[in-house]
DNA sequence: TGTACATCAGTGAACGCGCGTTCACTGATGTAC
DNA sequence: TGTACATCAGTGAACGCGCGTTCACTGATGTAC
């Protein structure tokens, strides 16, 4: 039994409407703290109807992560253009910076449930930030000499502050987000240099 | 009308069980899912008994940060002994780390909720964090040439790559606390090198 | 082409349950005189 | 010393409400032949 593409748009439709408004409702209350009932009636859906799309909050939630939030940080992740080196590994948090400002809950969300309750959700943000540090150490690696400090703690440093830079944005407003990431390349261009690492700009 | 210190005593104890009690279960199910009828529960309280002590979770909620967070991170901000510069603000920094494994569920709490859906809470952090970078920042403006880097930022950074390192304490378990303390240590040398700070040891 | 059947997203009624809050009360303790 | 009164933390009963979940049903669409 095949399915008519229309009917499966629209069923994808409804669903993602359901993970966005729980977006919106997660950063107005937190998501531990979101229903069912009131997710469904933020998406124009009967209480009922949120049962064919998901079994109940919490799966919702992990395809949050696995849906949205891990494609952006694998965005994260893909290599800059240009050089490999410093250079490359600021251009890289710069871009998830100013994509942090694009869409707010979702950047909201991660960086709430990456220090939240659910160690579920904790543990599955950070294997997805793992992919980002780990481009990162494969760009450091060539640029930095052998005996020189590890790459990955490098990559870490860089993400643990590219990641406080987004919640800035995020509070502060987008007005302030150009002095944010000045403030971040900064922060990066001491952490490289500190490091040892080559090639900075 | 006085009243007997022993009285105040029980009713310190009791108002003190609650917070502890909201911690432990904000460490479970995070805080803004918590229901007065839960924490009164298990602070082994009636639920009518709740309100002889605070208005609602959210006011219970506003003195964990003033009674609890605030003073601990208070604390961080107090001058480490010995000399000021790089030394002291790691010095500060490692010691902000152990206490966190001495008190996980504070710990937990003031980093989830730094981060959080609440926006009075972030904001009310946010200002006891100053403190520290505050603090910090006096110990480096000594330390630096005034022509370098800003001393804000220095500290900016290691406050939060010190935030960082506790987070992963939690997460990691104490077993590996004495390696990340030696990584935060190796970063905040990065930055402080970095910046241009003298008298790092 | 027409007919009978299958699939499945969406629904409204109904359920039992735990929630936050109110109320009037208890009983231990402190104060006045 | 004794008596009358005030304070106040803790309580159990009761309330109305929204929650998650179940159930049987609808109606649009697709498939078989």
Chains 1, 2 share one sequence.
């Not at 107005?28 to 979101?34: I, W, Y």
């Not at 890289?92 to 869409?103: F, H, K, V």
């Not at 995020?170 to 002095?179: N, Q, T, V």
């Amino acid at each position: 039994v095949r399915i008519n593409p229309e009917r499966k748009e629209d069923r994808e439709r409804v669903r993602h409407t359901l993970l966005r408004v729980t977006l919106t409702l997660a950063n107005a209350h937190g998501f531990l703290s979101l229903g069912l009932r009131e997710v469904s009636r933020a998406a124009d859906i009967a209480p009922t109807s949120f049962y064919r799309h998901f079994a109940d909050m919490e799966e919702l939630g992990r395809e949050l992560i696995e849906g949205l939030a891990g494609p952006l940080l694998a965005q994260w992740a893909s290599p800059a253009s240009g050089s490999s080196g410093g250079g490359t590994v600021t251009a890289m948090a710069l871009r998830a910076l100013s994509s942090a400002a694009e869409d707010p809950e979702l950047m909201r969300f991660i960086l709430a449930e990456e220090r939240g309750a659910i160690p579920t959700f904790r543990t599955a943000l950070a294997s997805k930030l793992s992919v980002v540090s780990t481009a990162m150490e494969g760009a450091l690696a060539e640029a930095m000499p052998k005996s020189a400090s590890s790459p990955e703690r490098v990559a870490d440093a860089v993400v643990v502050l590219m990641l406080a830079a987004c919640a800035d944005v995020l509070d502060h407003g987008p007005e302030r987000s150009a002095a944010l990431a000045e403030r971040l390349a900064e922060q990066i261009r001491w952490v490289l240099s500190g490091a040892g690492v080559k090639g900075e700009p």
